[in-house]
């Protein structure tokens, strides 16, 4: 029997235009009238999801959120924190480097802003889509005990597919490196994926990797999708995040989330 269900939010339980369905509210409801714990994976900071947290009524003491794609792993209500593990300086600036070497725009997340040393498009999406203050900034001049969660290449998709292939490889043995969207490249704490999120997260609460159900979409849900007992991919996830699944579900835009859970938990089939 599963006693928790992890879901990321763009791709997976966010439609296209960035709603949860009425179908996904009503089938989380019922899982967590069956004592199911509901909990968000998320790449975005905790801040980018709290009207989600609202509308599924998940602001509480005894809720959970990860969130920076298991960087921060928090108490919703009281926002304690579980488990954090974060970027150094040394980091930002050795990556600054490299973007301007490898001509990509870059930005980073603090724990209260996102922060680039050029506006662009997508730093601007970032800021937006989560409801943080943007702050323009050489990275030079960045206070040197400013907490950097996660730096990230932001550009066009084929941009970001030439600076792929031309990083270095000791890049991958210093950093998790995943893509979460076409237009974001994400470099985090050696240690840090969701799946550490998830695993850490399970172990407080005393559940076993088999009662655990993982659904995403992008290169960044895989390692919690091949964590869980049961690993979901999206109908419109990425291929690679197929490969590796136990179950691929219906799209973000057919309730796909709904599907997974009235299958696998409620017992029924979704239309």
Known sequence: ???????????????????????????????????????????????????????????????????????????????????????????????????????????????????????????????????????????????????????MFVDPEDNLNRVIKQLPESLYDKYTIVRSAPFFLEFLNKKVNKGFGVELLAKKLGIKKEEIICVGDAENDIHMIKYAGLGVAMGNAFPEVKKIADYITKTNQEDGVAHVINKFIINRESA
């Open 1 to 151: 029997m599963y006693k928790m269900i992890a879901l990321d939010m763009d791709g997976t339980l966010l439609n296209e235009k960035k709603e949860i369905s009425e179908a996904n509210i009503e089938a989380i409801k019922f899982a967590r009238k069956k004592g199911i714990k509901v909990v968000l994976a998320t790449g975005r900071p905790t801040k980018g999801i709290e009207k989600y947290l609202k509308e599924l009524d998940l602001i509480d003491d005894n809720e959970y959120v990860v969130s920076y794609n298991g960087a921060l792993v928090q108490e919703v209500k009281s926002g304690r924190v579980i488990t954090k593990n974060t970027m150094t300086y040394e980091d930002l600036i050795y990556l600054y480097e490299l973007s301007k070497e490898l001509k990509v725009n870059i930005h980073a997340l603090t724990l209260t802003s996102c922060i680039t040393p050029k506006t662009n498009e997508y730093s601007i999406l970032e800021a937006t889509m989560n409801d943080i203050p943007l702050e323009v900034i050489d990275f030079n001049d960045v206070d040197r005990n400013t907490t950097i969660v996660k730096i």
